[in-house]
């Protein structure tokens, strides 16, 4: 008998878009199936194909594919090479696209051409959506999209992806049958040299009229003054500066508000319910667990309003050659920057974002600090901490200190990633030359109040829903071990003490109490792997509990200022600096490495320096407030 495999492939033609980096095809697939697919002004920010399904203008339900930016079809770095494996039909459980949707930045065909005769070569039946019509209208440039499509060979639609001009039309197109055939224009491109394509774009921008070089833009004035040597690196910080100051001075009035609605909540329920393990488990447990975590969501959202401020105005890629210098002394380039930048948000975006790092050894360097960049997920563990000892005072004229110290703890976590990434330059055999680092700068562009709001509802749904999730899950799981087996008859201290986890957390309290530890802390950090934020709600929960008998629901933040000393306080923040306490990063290390080698070296390293690092801070505290 013989085998045959068979594919089986969802129903409906496929359709993939393709294109330059930062053209606007994520922006296009958004409006096309009505998805909210991450759109920045940066490029290498689609690094997955990701699937989407629209309707064409007849009805047609099609398959669409939004797929990574790339410049040719020879790929040079993991994200080009999906896109390329998808057009030769050989990426995984896909079969061959049946069009291509070429999307082109209209102020820059002369590299964008190149990509669609290659496209062509590939024997697809293509279609152009020619977009950023609106700035190539504003810089005065005028292209003839009929000759350009006899030229070609292929329909072209005018589009504006932002503002959803051109979809119809394209929508339309779609049901036009001679579309899905391959046609030969004015251009061939037969010979596949890059020298004939660049020959050919030439000619037929001439042709077009197009040959002419654009006048300087207002961007260009800009960046006189934010990439000026001196200046810019300053404008940098200060932007930075300013940022954290904001997560601090803006957060306090929609924090008391939330805090506020929790204690409500916990004591209306507390009225409702007899004593006993229901009305535990609600108040202390959850109440009080979740609760410690959402009080953060303001803060987490100002430093996202900033990130996101940032991304779309096309600053990034500028502070990425700003820091390509600096970068590039630790043996990293400026590549590096926009992966290592994604990571404040989260490690594991910012891990997958190395797919557009060319080099292997620069990717993997990359991937190994990721994690020490301060994700949102620290935000709440270090706002607690710092919002119950560092006094709320202007220093040097206006500066909040809280802020400082928010400031001062990123830079320790980039110090800290610098430094190791140097040390496996110096220490590893892979070769190491720095490399200039070739980067597109965008234009800058007001960012839309659309997808700012969009990203900022985003982001509030993942905290929401790690709220009530991961964060959730771990604190019943933590109330559940909290509360059993009870205090036995004649105790006298809370039953959380007799408990499991109270057991667990005396047991490891022996390996960290030289870092200054208390056995609720190291409880804590216990769940606290599955996400850091977990450590909060655990606090929550075993001071909520150990508080039993009296008034148990009491706000954290005055209940650990008044029981941890300070250099305790200072020993933990380090320890969140460094310390690997996220599971799933660990998992998309595995991922993105193949193996179980890089997790495991990555997991020992950074518990190493989180140790090494609250020892130092703990012991010097120590020495120097007593
Ligand atoms: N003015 C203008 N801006 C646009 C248009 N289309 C997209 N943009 C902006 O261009 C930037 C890039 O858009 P994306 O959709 O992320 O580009 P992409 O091609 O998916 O980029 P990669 O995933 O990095 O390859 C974003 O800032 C968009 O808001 C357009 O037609 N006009
Ligand atoms: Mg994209």
């Keep these: 008998m013989t085998e045959s495999v068979i594919h089986l492939h969802p129903a409906g033609k496929l359709l993939a878009l393709v294109g330059n980096p930062n053209c606007g095809k994520t922006a296009l697939f958004n409006r096309l199936t009505g998805s909210n697919q991450k759109v920045a002004n940066y490029a290498g920010v689609t690094v997955e194909r990701k699937e989407g399904r629209l309707k064409s203008a007849a009805g047609k339900t099609l398959r669409l594919l939004d797929l990574p930016g790339t410049y040719s079809l020879h790929p040079r770095s993991p994200d080009e090479r999906v896109t390329c494996d998808v057009l030769a039909g050989r990426a995984r459980g896909e079969k061959k696209p049946d069009l291509v949707v070429c999307v082109l930045d209209a102020t820059n065909l002369r590299r964008n051409l190149r990509l669609v005769l290659a496209v062509k070569r590939q024997g697809l039946p293509v279609v152009i959506a020619l977009n950023m019509a609106d700035l190539a209208a504003s810089r005065g440039l005028s292209i003839d999209v009929d000759a350009l499509s006899r030229e070609l060979g292929v329909p072209v639609v005018r589009t504006i992806a932002t503002k959803g001009e051109g979809i119809d039309e394209l929508k339309a197109l779609l049901d036009r049958p001679e579309v899905w055939t391959t046609r030969e224009g004015v251009v061939t491109a037969s010979s596949s040299s890059q020298e004939a394509d660049h020959a050919t774009v030439r000619d037929l921008l001439k042709r077009l009229g197009l040959d002419r070089h654009l006048p300087h833009l207002p961007s260009d004035r800009v960046d006189r003054v934010l990439l000026h040597p001196v200046a810019g690196p300053i404008i940098l910080m200060v932007v930075l500066f300013l940022l954290f100051q904001a997560v601090f001075s803006w957060a306090e009035p929609p924090m008391d508000a939330i805090k506020a609605a929790v204690d409500w909540l916990g004591q209306t329920i507390s009225g409702y319910l007899p004593e006993g393990l229901l009305r535990s488990l609600l108040v202390d447990g959850i109440i009080a667990g979740c609760g410690a975590v959402l009080v953060f969501l303001p803060q987490i959202l100002i430093l996202?309003?900033?990130?996101?401020?940032?991304?779309?105005?096309?600053?990034?890629?500028?502070?990425?050659?700003?820091?390509?210098?600096?970068?590039?002394?630790?043996?990293?380039?400026?590549?590096?920057?926009?992966?290592?930048?994604?990571?404040?948000?989260?490690?594991?975006?910012?891990i997958m974002a190395t797919r557009s790092i060319a080099n292997p050894r620069d990717r993997l360097v990359t991937i190994m600090i990721a994690p020490m960049m301060t994700c949102s997920a620290r935000l709440p563990v270090y706002a607690l901490l710092i919002g119950a000892f560092i006094p709320q005072r202007e220093v040097w004229g206006g500066l909040e200190l809280q802020g400082l110290v928010l400031f001062g703890l990123y830079l320790v976590g980039i110090v800290g990633a610098f430094a190791v990434a140097w040390v496996l330059k110096r220490f590893t055999s892979a070769g190491s030359q720095v490399r200039p680092l070739m980067m597109e700068l965008p234009i800058y562009h007001w960012p839309h109040a659309r997808s700012i709001a969009i990203g900022l509802w985003q982001r509030t749904e993942i905290f929401v829903k790690r709220v009530g999730g991961v964060i959730l899950t771990m604190t019943i799981v933590l109330w559940a071990l909290s509360s059993f087996p009870g205090a036995p008859p004649g105790a006298t201290g809370a039953p959380i003490e007799y408990s499991i986890a109270g057991w667990i957390g005396r047991g490891l309290s022996h390996l960290l109490a030289p870092i200054g530890f208390n056995w609720q802390i190291s409880l804590a950090l216990v769940p606290g792997m599955a996400a850091r934020e977990v450590a909060i709600s655990s606090l929550g929960t075993v001071y909520a509990l150990s508080a039993a008998g009296e008034d148990a629901a009491q706000a954290l933040t005055p209940l650990i200022a008044s029981s941890w000393s300070l250099p305790t306080a200072l020993s933990l923040l380090a320890w969140y600096v460094f310390a690997p306490q996220c599971l799933s990063t660990l998992a998309a290390v595995r991922r993105e490495t193949g193996g179980l080698k890089m997790p495991a070296i990555m997991l020992a390293y950074l518990f190493g320096l989180a140790y090494l690092a609250s020892f130092i801070t703990f012991r010097v505290a120590t020495w120097l407030l007593g």
């Design 304 to 350: 996202f309003f900033f990130i996101l401020l940032l991304e779309e105005s096309g600053y990034l890629p500028r502070a990425a050659f700003l820091l390509d210098r600096l970068m590039g002394s630790v043996g990293l380039s400026g590549r590096s920057f926009i992966p290592l930048l994604s990571s404040f948000a989260c490690a594991i975006p910012g």
